[in-house]
């Protein structure tokens, strides 16, 4: 029982959803309901079903995805992927089948609309699973926007309209997008084989690495708009920090070649999202 547990957690992804749910909060309490105390924000119940429906369709999304994409995880982490084999394939259907309709209602307990924007999510999930990420370039968009997406129901549902928050979230996406990119050069070997048109697959390793330098490079723009906004004060201190990162990622990127560098520099731009998260504490600082 403890096994079949821990191998559910490891297919859950259970810290990215640890840390997904802990940026909707710091989204909600620090830039999002300014105006109102933090534990005003947490005593509305519908904040919690939002988050609450948004997590459950993240992990429907981790079971399909791990189910379309079983042959290649074979190849590139078959040890992990073994484990997670104790868990029986119709098993783990079923709970996707279980937490979408649980996010659905959810979203549904909140308002019509929010059950739609669910429903759309995890139609969009399905899909990029699918069909979506075996596509060149536009996988990675997907995957990238997929990531964010829940924190569009937080902003809807504050009516969001600060456009340095916005700006801020397009930095973070771009580093999303460029961690999709190195997981495609990571996991190059398994997708030459199941036939996946990945960005490495397709321009070749060489290329797709000046193709991350050149949006790395690109993230400087809302980045120099925000310390221009901010008067180099407050969210600015992760940009910097941030920066700095991205810019010693791209020295160990030339340099990379084996699977374990790349896996390095996942975590590398990994710490610099949980870091993104974290700097949401800083707005209005």
């Known amino acids: 029982m403890i096994f079949k547990l821990s191998a559910l957690l490891s297919l859950l ?44 369709c993240v992990a429907g999304g981790y079971i399909i995805n791990n189910f379309y ?20 394939q119709s098993t783990t259907l079923r709970l996707y089948f279980l937490f979408n309709l649980v ?7 909140v308002s019509f609309n929010v059950f739609l924007f669910m429903s759309a999510f995890i139609f969009m999930l399905w899909l990029y699973s699918h ?5 060149t370039l ?5 995957a990238a926007l997929l990531s964010i997406m829940p924190f569009f129901a937080i902003f809807v549902y504050y009516h969001l309209e600060d456009l340095l928050i916005l700006t801020y979230t397009s930095f973070v996406l771009l580093i999303i997008f460029i961690r999709e990119i190195i997981k495609d050069l990571e996991a190059l070997k398994g997708d030459v084989i199941v036939g996946y048109h990945t960005l490495p697959v397709t321009l070749g390793v060489y290329r797709t690495k000046w193709l991350i330098a ?5 993230g400087a723009l809302p980045a120099a708009a925000i310390f221009y906004k901010t008067s180099f004060t407050g969210i600015s201190y992760y940009l910097f920090i941030g920066g700095l990162g991205v810019a010693f990622s791209l ?28 700097g949401l504490v800083l707005f209005g600082r």
Do not use: C
């Open 13 to 56: 992804r259970w810290y990215n959803i640890f840390f997904l749910a802990l940026a909707q909060y710091l989204a909600a309490v620090f830039i999002l309901n300014d105006p109102y105390p933090w534990w005003h924000t947490l005593k509305n119940p519908n904040l919690h079903l939002i988050i609450g429906a948004s997590l459950f």
């Open 69 to 88: 994409d079983l042959e290649k995880d074979l190849i590139n982490r078959p040890n992990k992927t073994l484990y997670e084999k104790i868990l029986k």
């Open 103 to 109: 996010g659905a209602g959810f979203g549904l307990l």
């Open 131 to 135: 069909k979506l990420k075996k596509i």
């Open 138 to 142: 536009v996988g990675n968009i997907m």
């Open 214 to 218: 050149g949006f790395a490079l690109l």
């Open 251 to 278: 020295l160990l990127l030339v340099r990379a070649q084996r699977q374990l560098d790349y896996k390095r520099l996942n975590h590398l731009y990994r710490l610099l999202i949980i870091g993104g998260i974290f």
